[in-house]
C-alpha cells in the first residue's frame, strides 16, 4: 500500500535583492520530484544541505503549498520529529504537558469534545506509558525541557510524536545535533518502536551511514531534484548517478 504520493512537485522561491527586493531569478528548492512511499517502511531522503528535502517534507505535510505538481497522503495521521531537540520543545511547558499536548488535541479534534472531558488520570498514564516507551526515568513528567540532555531531549520528542500513534512520521535530521554515540542509541530507539507499532518513516538525513541504518528504500537529491532512487542495499552497492558514487567515497574516505 502507498501511504505517500508525490507528483511531479515543483517548488520554486525568488530571489530578491536591493532596497526595493527586486527580484533576480529563482531558487528551484523542489524541481518536478515524482515519488512514492510504501507504508511500513524506512524511506530515505538524503543529499546535502539545500537539496531539497526539508522542502519537500513540507509539501508533503502541507505547510507549503507546490508551485505545481500534487502530494497525495493516505493518512491524516502524521507527526514530525524535526533536527534540533532545543528548539522544538516549549521550554515553559512541563515534559508532560509537552508529550501530552498532541494526543488531546488530536482526540478532541476527532471525538469533537472539549479539553474538560477528558480523563487528566489517563492521559497522565498515557503519557508515563511513552516516557517509559523511550526510557526516561520516572518523574520525568514533572520537570522541564532545560533540566535534559540533548539525547534525552529528542526522546521527549519521540515520545511526544509517538502518543498520536501515527501511521507516518517524519524524521527531518533527527540525530543530526546529537554526539555519535547518542545518535546510535536514537535510531536503535526508532527502529524499536518502528516494529512494536509499524509505523511509516520518511527518513531526512544527509548523513548516508543513518540513512543505510535505517532505510529500505533511498532517494537522492540534488539542486531540487532525485538523481537516483531504489532499494537502500542496491544503491549503495551499485550507484548509477555520478553524484551518489562521489557522496558515497566521501564517506568512505572519512
Not at 165 to 186: A, F, G, M, R, Y
Amino acid at each position: 500500500m502507498i501511504i505517500v504520493k508525490c507528483s511531479n512537485i515543483r517548488k520554486y522561491f525568488p530571489v530578491q535583492r536591493g532596497y526595493l527586493k527586486e527580484k533576480h531569478g529563482v531558487v528551484k528548492a523542489v524541481d518536478g520530484v515524482t515519488l512514492s512511499i510504501e507504508k511500513g517502511g524506512t524511506f530515505g531522503l538524503v543529499g546535502e544541505s539545500a537539496s531539497g528535502k526539508t522542502t519537500l517534507a513540507k509539501v508533503m505535510l502541507g505547510i507549503i503549498k507546490p508551485d505545481s505538481g500534487e502530494c497525495e497522503l493516505a493518512t491524516d495521521r502524521v507527526q514530525v520529529i524535526f533536527q534540533d531537540p532545543f528548539n522544538s520543545l516549549d521550554p515553559k511547558m512541563r515534559v508532560g504537558a509537552i508529550v501530552a499536548e498532541g494526543l488531546v488535541l488530536s482526540s478532541r479534534a476527532r471525538l469533537n469534545v472539549p479539553y474538560r472531558c477528558f480523563d487528566g488520570q489517563a492521559v497522565r498514564g498515557k503519557v508515563e506509558e511513552m516516557l517509559e516507551l523511550v526510557h526516561l526515568p520516572k518523574g520525568a513528567a514533572s520537570k522541564y525541557p532545560h533540566q535534559f540532555s540533548g539525547g534525552e531531549r529528542q526522546r521527549i520528542a519521540i515520545a511526544r510524536a509517538v502518543i498520536t500513534k501515527p501511521e507516518l512520521i517524519i524524521c527531518d535530521e533527527p540525530v543530526s545535533s546529537l554526539d555519535v554515540t547518542i545518535q546510535l542509541q536514537i535510531l536503535k530507539l526508532l527502529k524499536d518502536i518502528q516494529k512494536e507499532f509499524g509505523m511509516t518513516y520518511l527518513f531526512i538525513s544527509h548523513d548516508l551511514r543513518v540513512i543505510r541504518y535505517m532505510c529500505n528504500r533511498v532517494a537522492v537529491m540534488r539542486q531540487g531534484k532525485i538523481v537516483e532512487e531504489g532499494e537502500t542495499q542496491a544503491v549503495y552497492s551499485n550507484p548509477s548517478s555520478q553524484y551518489t558514487k562521489l557522496l558515497l567515497s566521501s564517506v568512505l574516505s572519512i
